[in-house]
């Protein structure tokens, strides 16, 4: 299996693509997982089109997957020194299909990485939400609701810390239950089971997988 990754810190961050190796390497072992990334910080869907890299190796072709990741706020701007969400319409959705319709003519299938709220701002993830469900739909991509298995976490277990100090980007724990999603979308199967890569206690390593599993066969089954 052959997997790109468009995106920027949120996926380099804790290596998730290294991570979904580990996972892939004990609970697929009869798959060769080889991954490539096009990923820099603070970068735009729109920002990496106009840049021309990710295309470039989209056409290449060989890819299975390609796993694109929008800035956490949707592309939005600053007003006043202050990051503000931006509605999907505005830059979201239309490089989204572009990237989108760049992956299937090459032969492979959009994976759409949803992103979570900044945790001063949690009502946010409904933005996130619906958006990322709605282009996944519309492009008849794979959809790795991350930010819902966050979500999730959150409110069952608001002392797991998912976040670093800045209180955006994922911390250990945070890309580990990315991982998981993104393990479950990917193989429509449970990633219960997964080797411990950071330091997690035992137990919320578990949990962790069982959220991750949870979330991401309902993805699947939600899926065009």
Same mark, same amino acid.
């Given at each position: 299996?052959?997997?790109?990754?468009?995106?920027?810190?949120?996926?380099?961050?804790?290596?998730?693509? $290294?991570?979904?190796?580990? =996972?892939?390497? /004990?609970?697929?072992?009869?798959?060769? #997982? !080889?991954?490539?990334? &096009?990923?820099?910080?603070?970068?735009?869907?729109?920002?990496?089109?106009?840049?021309?890299?990710?295309?470039?190796?989209?056409?290449?072709?060989?890819?299975?997957?390609?796993?694109?990741?929008?800035?956490?706020?949707?592309?939005?701007?600053?007003?006043?020194?202050?990051?503000?969400?931006?509605?999907?319409?505005?830059?979201?959705?239309?490089?989204?299909?572009?990237?989108?319709?760049?992956?299937?003519?090459? $032969?492979?299938?959009?994976? =759409?990485?949803? /992103?979570?709220?900044?945790?001063?701002? #949690? !009502?946010?993830?409904? &933005?996130?939400?619906?958006?990322?469900?709605?282009?996944?739909?519309?492009?008849?991509?794979?959809?790795?609701?991350?930010?819902?298995?966050?979500?999730?976490?959150?409110?069952?277990?608001?002392?797991?810390?998912?976040?670093?100090?800045?209180?955006?980007?994922?911390?250990?724990?945070?890309?580990?239950?990315?991982?998981?999603?993104?393990?479950?979308?990917?193989?429509?199967?449970?990633?219960?089971?997964?080797?411990?890569?950071?330091?997690?206690?035992?137990? /919320?390593?578990?949990?962790?997988?069982?959220?991750?599993?949870?979330?991401?066969?309902?993805?699947?089954?939600?899926?065009?």
């Amino acid at each position: 299996m052959r997997v790109l990754f468009i995106g920027n810190s949120y996926t380099y961050q804790n290596d998730l693509p $290294g991570m979904l190796g580990g =996972f892939v390497r /004990t609970l697929a072992p009869g798959t060769r #997982l !080889e991954t490539g990334a &096009v990923v820099v910080g603070g970068a735009t869907l729109e920002s990496h089109w106009k840049e021309g890299e990710a295309r470039a190796l989209i056409q290449k072709g060989a890819w299975d997957y390609v796993v694109l990741q929008e800035q956490s706020l949707l592309g939005g701007p600053s007003i006043d020194g202050v990051a503000i969400m931006n509605a999907p319409e505005a830059t979201f959705f239309p490089h989204a299909r572009l990237f989108a319709q760049e992956v299937v003519a090459a $032969g492979a299938r959009p994976v =759409f990485y949803m /992103t979570w709220s900044r945790k001063a701002d #949690l !009502e946010a993830q409904q &933005v996130l939400t619906s958006a990322y469900a709605r282009i996944s739909r519309e492009q008849r991509g794979l959809l790795a609701s991350v930010g819902e298995a966050w979500l999730r976490v959150r409110r069952e277990r608001p002392g797991l810390e998912l976040y670093a100090e800045d209180g955006h980007h994922p911390g250990p724990a945070g890309t580990y239950l990315a991982a998981c999603v993104l393990f479950t979308s990917l193989f429509d199967r449970p990633c219960v089971g997964a080797p411990r890569m950071v330091e997690l206690p035992e137990d /919320t390593a578990r949990y962790l997988q069982q959220v991750g599993s949870e979330v991401g066969l309902e993805g699947r089954v939600q899926a065009p």
